[in-house]
């Protein structure tokens, strides 16, 4: 089997690698860590136990700030080493994790690599955040004895299609999971339908919402506010846009700029890759407007110039602050087919929140602030205008909008406790056979 799955991984691997090539040259993407997806990883301290958090890009790692919180808080003996797949997780799990625990890319499901990953860290625990699970990890994991959670867990409508044709394949490896922590009932039955056994799999909501933090107001905003020079302007944010999105929000923002009744609005637009910020300034002078980089302001006392100027958000960490300043939020990457981004971070500030159709990787989020009416879901082009348009003429409509947005969240905060539960009872009896000898050369 091992030897099939390291075969089918040196293909694929060739038949990616222009493709890697280029984005390499082009964008420059995964130049860095490779002697660490090759295996070579280190912990900072080999005397504590160690617990391997793996979490594949942004929005897992941001998703697992209050579990390592709480982690750290119970398990002082314990050494908490992160590993991520993306560049841009990479660069944020070394800003939340990095000063005190060792970060790291994701070593590549390699047989051989992965055993010696393993034999560098020597882990007593395995957590894996919503679906990274390979097939390699999972079966070294398995034979040292070391306990593997799925965290967070979700199995995605076009995962799952894709999961149930090699249903016998995903039955091997899925049924090696010790835990699995999922979002929803639904996504806890696909669990269990593609292998793992009922009686491991549990529902404990969305680790994202005990990260969304319900506040009025964001450190930084109001030093940005200034920079931006909003004066009393009212601020529409297109947060995490991905490509064919921004102009279809530049059309609805021209609309809007040119209409007497909503004199004073601007528009700030945050992409969602970096690699993209070129791209969409080209876009917002394409559009006729004056495009405004944030990366030019920040860090300087140069203000922005009034009028219909388009800000470009074009840093990383500032989402968030963007949002604190917004009347109305459009949550990207949900008027086209990628799934959406997050949207609870826009609801939990209070902030009337629009999206689209497309938000398959956050269904259990969608439902829930639709269903209690603390956000607004939008077909198309021509939709979002016109809930725009009503957004900003009944005030009072979006201010109840955003109102039952941020109670939604609050509600639903609680799953970092009924995570730690479980991880409690696996951490103490993994200790308890900490001096048991297990065959393969590792104690468990």
């Known amino acids: ?46 005397k504590k136990r160690c617990i391997w958090l793996h979490a594949v890009s942004m929005g897992e790692v941001n998703a697992a700030k209050t579990l390592v919180a709480e982690i ?16 841009t997780g990479c660069a944020q799990a070394d800003k939340l994790f990095g000063r005190k625990w060792t970060v790291f890319y994701f070593p590549f499901d390699v047989s051989w690599i992965i055993r010696k990953a393993f034999d560098r860290l020597k882990p007593s625990l395995c957590l894996l955040m919503e679906l990274e699970v390979w097939p390699n990890f999972l079966f070294t994991a398995h034979r040292l004895r070391v306990p593997v959670v799925v965290l967070n867990g979700r199995i995605s409508d076009r995962s799952f299609t894709r999961y149930r044709k ?13 835990r699995v922590l999922a979002q929803t009932p639904q996504y806890a039955e696909r669990f269990r339908e593609l292998g793992c056994p009922a009686e491991r799999v549990l529902v404990t909501s969305s680790l994202k919402y005990d990260t969304a ?22 601020l529409w944010v297109a947060g995490g846009t991905g490509d064919g ?26 992409p969602r890759k970096p690699e993209r910020f070129d791209e969409v300034a080209q876009l917002i002078e394409q559009a006729g407007f004056p495009v405004v980089r944030y990366s030019r302001l920040k860090g300087t006392t ?31 990457r949900t008027l086209v087919p990628m799934g ?58 979006a201010a109840a909008v955003a109102k039952a ?26 200790n308890r056979d900490e001096t048991k000898p297990v065959s393969g050369g590792r104690i468990a």
């Open 166 to 178: 090699i249903k016998p394949l995903t039955r091997t490896f899925f049924g090696k999971i010790d």
């Open 1 to 46: 089997m091992r030897f099939i799955i390291d075969l089918a991984y040196l293909l694929a691997g060739l038949a990616f690698s222009p493709v890697l090539f280029y984005r390499m040259a082009a964008h420059q993407r995964y130049r860095a860590g490779w002697g660490q997806r090759f295996g070579n990883v280190a912990r900072k301290d080999q």
């Open 302 to 332: 140069t203000k922005a110039p009034a009028g219909d100027a388009v800000i470009l958000g074009d840093t990383m960490g500032d989402l968030r602050k963007f949002y604190s300043l917004a009347q109305l939020i459009f949550v990207g």
């Open 340 to 397: 959406g981004s997050d949207m609870m971070e826009a609801a939990a500030l209070g902030k009337c929140t629009l999206f689209g159709p497309h938000t398959f990787n956050f269904r259990q989020t969608v439902e829930v602030l639709l269903a209690g009416r603390g956000a607004i879901e939008v077909k198309d082009g021509d939709d979002l205008l016109a809930t725009l348009r009503t957004c900003l003429s009944d005030p009072t409509y």
């Open 405 to 430: 947005g941020q109670e939604i969240i609050r509600q639903n905060q609680g799953a970092t406790a009924r995570t730690m539960e479980v991880l409690s009872t696996l951490l103490e009896g993994a």
């Open 213 to 234: 933090q319900v506040a009025d107001r964001v450190e930084g905003a109001d030093a940005l506010a200034e920079q931006l020079n909003l004066g009393a302007a009212k």
């Open 245 to 270: 999105e921004e102009k279809i929000v530049l059309d609805a923002y021209k609309s809007l700029v040119h209409d007497p009744m909503h004199k004073g609005l601007r528009l700030a637009i945050v």
């Open 72 to 87: 750290e808080k119970r398990y002082p003996d314990h050494e908490i080493v992160v590993s991520t797949t993306t560049d």
